[in-house]
């Protein structure tokens, strides 16, 4: 079946600007999460969702990052006011806490 | 909170078997601990889950001491394609939730 997708696969922005990083897990796993992996580093919790709601947003480093996930299914992750900081894989992944089943990310780079 | 470490990197040859340790001293009392391989540009890959004692899957075995504050990841006879960068993952405890943390993550490289 179908694994998880995310959308763009690259992202390139620069410094100021908006973006959305979009989502879709596996259809029927109602906790999705999102994570921040920077090169030679590992993943960096950002945020969980138990269906439409976020049960834990801890790991959103500051205001500027937004998820939301409106009919259960497709997550958006938004960051406004983007900073050189930001460049990094964006991971999303589905299923239960112990046994995750990640997508192949989305490359932001900041200029 | 405390870091949850692993080696940076490990060599092997192939037909060898290898044992990767995750070292996490503050895990939370009822969160399991996971591994993950992960390949160049792709997404980090379920091996094997487990919460105390032994588990063993086709593809791996993960020993789980008593006190579970560490884990090893156990691979038997490893081959070229497990070349890949290792990851446990664990809850750990913190003020109102327990967080999900990665281990900083093995580089295993597998030699013919």
């Known amino acids: 079946g179908a694994g998880v997708s995310q959308t763009p696969s690259n992202k390139v922005t620069e410094k100021g600007k908006y973006v959305e990083l979009r989502c879709d897990p596996i259809?029927?796993?109602?906790?999705l999460y999102w994570y921040r992996q920077s090169l030679g580093q590992g993943p960096e919790f950002l945020i969980y969702?138990?269906?439409?709601?976020?049960?834990?947003d801890s790991g959103l480093p500051n205001d500027r990052f937004f998820a939301v996930r409106p009919e259960g299914s497709v997550s958006t992750l938004k960051i406004q006011r983007t900073e050189r900081g930001d460049s990094a894989v964006y991971l999303c992944?589905?299923?239960?806490?112990?046994?995750?089943?990640f997508g192949p990310g989305t490359r932001l780079t900041v200029l | 909170l405390a870091k949850t470490t692993q080696p940076i990197s490990m060599d092997s040859y192939e037909g060898q078997e290898v044992n990767i340790t995750c070292s996490h001293n503050?895990?939370?009392?009822?969160?399991?601990i996971t591994w993950y391989q992960q390949f160049p540009s792709q997404g980090p890959r379920f091996i094997i889950q487990?919460?105390?004692t032994k588990v063993t899957n086709e593809v791996a075995s993960l020993f789980i001491p008593a006190d579970r504050k560490s884990s090893t990841l156990s691979l038997p006879r490893v081959s070229l394609s497990d070349t890949a960068v290792y990851y446990c993952?664990?809850?750990?405890?913190?003020?109102?939730?327990?967080?999900?943390?990665f281990g900083t993550g093995t580089r295993l490289q597998v030699f013919p």
């Open positions: 503050n895990i939370a009392t009822n969160d399991y």
């Open positions: 259809s029927g796993h109602t906790a």
């Open positions: 487990g919460y105390k």
């Open positions: 993952l664990v809850g750990e405890r913190a003020q109102n939730t327990d967080k999900l943390i």
């Open positions: 969702f138990q269906g439409t709601g976020a049960a834990d």
């Open positions: 992944a589905s299923g239960t806490r112990s046994e995750q089943f």
